[in-house]
């Protein structure tokens, strides 16, 4: 009896919590913890993986908090993102959906990995030169991959899911795009062979 007492008070608290965390007053927030939080997942995925093969010795702190403070900048470009574009088309329909998906991957991809490349720019101190060599090596093999994942996953996230949870969405699917994220920003740079 009194353990179905205590889970009645879990579950009441779990219930408000979700209400507050996802409605207008604080949905920006949530979106940036989530964002934040799952950045920080992959990249320690992905650094785990990379220290079971022997690529790296320890695990990196900086860098972690580093893809954390990205996934601050892209949390909230997804936020509001996502906001416009239910604004521009409200509807859920056929047409509606596949307009959202060629905007999401013409014009946010884009910007969603230029905001990366930026914001990891500026943490690392790098060069304007730096930034530009690493775009060149790095952006078209994360947009490649962008239009391998999201095409469907935003059939789903824009006719099936309420709009308060499209970030959350976007973020759950988003993990697996986070570890190949670091690992794609993280690759150590091929020394040609001299024959």
Not at 135 to 157: C, G, M, S
């Amino acid at each position: 009896m009194a353990g179905r007492v205590a889970w009645k008070r879990v579950k009441h608290v779990l219930d408000r919590f979700h209400q507050a965390a996802f409605s207008p007053k604080y949905l920006l927030y949530t979106n940036i913890g989530i964002s934040v939080g799952l950045s920080m997942v992959g990249d320690t995925m992905e650094q785990t993986y990379e220290r079971v093969i022997g690529e790296l010795p320890a695990w990196n702190r900086i860098r972690t908090v580093r893809m954390g403070i990205s996934g601050l900048t892209v949390g909230v470009v997804c936020h509001y993102w996502y906001q416009y574009l239910d604004y521009l088309f409200p509807k859920r329909n056929f047409k509606v959906v596949i307009v959202k998906i060629l905007l999401d991957q013409f014009i946010c991809s884009p910007f969603y990995i230029a905001v990366f490349f930026l914001t990891m720019a500026a943490l690392e101190h790098n060069s304007w030169e730096e930034l530009q060599e690493e775009i060149r090596e790095k952006a078209l093999i994360l947009y490649a991959a962008e239009w391998t994942v999201w095409p469907l996953a935003q059939f789903i996230n824009f006719l099936l899911i309420k709009p308060q949870y499209r970030v959350f969405y976007d973020n759950t699917i988003s993990l697996g795009y986070d570890i190949y994220t670091s690992q794609v920003k993280y690759r150590k740079k091929q020394e040609p062979k001299n024959d």
